[in-house]
């Protein structure tokens, strides 16, 4: 019977504690969520987040998960890099091998809005011709963490981003987009008010992509229970 606590200090054991908790049926599964499952042992999060409590914050460890390219390695690889000792340089190599959406999300959420290079990430990234290159901007957007929300000039950038990548019609890039203005909305009073702005001339565009965004976004901004939640919000320090 496997040690369920004991701590992981090898890949050979990280990668046969992953194998040991993969589900055949939500390996199954994996497909119906637009996920490639090729190079997946089919872990849960929640199970990957168990393991990572088993292992030390490492990049050295990371940087094997994430190079391994099983699919639940390089999630579990998001969670134990330590994010404030994450440069450019390995980011851009990091994100060369993304190939599947929530990766992507991962990468973004638990390692780039918690480092000290996400606003040169967002900006080295937002305009970039491939695909999961393009949406980790958006997705990093989407979760740091409100307090950036509070910085006038940083939103103004956001929703600029946002505007100028609009008319992307790739499935993977529009939603993160999208996602990322719906967050910006729901941060404060003022912020709402300027994705409504943004959404609304987004509608008027003849753009497929463009008019989704601002249908999805207007939807959710315009509803009673976000309109009542951003009014108690504070509004932007300067």
Request: glycine share 4%.
């Amino acid at each position: 019977m496997p040690q369920l606590n004991k701590q992981l200090e090898s890949i050979s054991e990280i990668l046969n504690a992953l194998r040991e908790a993969s589900k055949k049926e939500y390996l199954n599964n994996m497909k119906h969520f637009s996920i490639n499952s090729d190079m997946a042992l089919g872990v849960p999060v929640p199970n990957i987040r168990k393991i990572s409590g088993r292992i030390g914050q490492s990049e050295g460890l990371a940087l094997e998960l994430w190079f391994s390219g099983i699919h639940e390695a390089m999630i579990l690889s998001t969670m134990v890099f330590p994010s404030n000792e994450l440069t450019m340089p390995v980011a851009e190599k990091m994100v060369s091998k993304i190939g599947s959406w929530d990766i992507c999300d991962h990468f973004a959420g638990n390692l780039l809005s918690n480092s000290p290079i996400f606003s040169q990430a967002i900006e080295a990234w937002h305009s970039r011709e491939e695909q999961f290159v393009k949406r980790s901007s958006f997705s990093i957007i989407a979760q740091l963490d409100v307090s950036e929300f509070q910085k006038r000039d940083a939103v103004e950038y956001y929703l600029e981003c946002i505007r100028t990548s609009a008319l992307d019609e790739r499935n993977f890039v529009k939603k993160a987009v999208c996602w990322a203005l719906r967050v910006i909305g729901k941060s404060s009073s003022e912020n709402h008010s300027s994705a409504m702005k943004l959404a609304r001339k987004l509608e008027k565009l003849e753009s497929k992509s463009a008019k989704w965004i601002a249908s999805t976004t207007i939807k959710e901004l315009d509803s009673e229970r976000v309109k009542t939640r951003v009014l108690r919000i504070s509004p932007h320090k300067t």
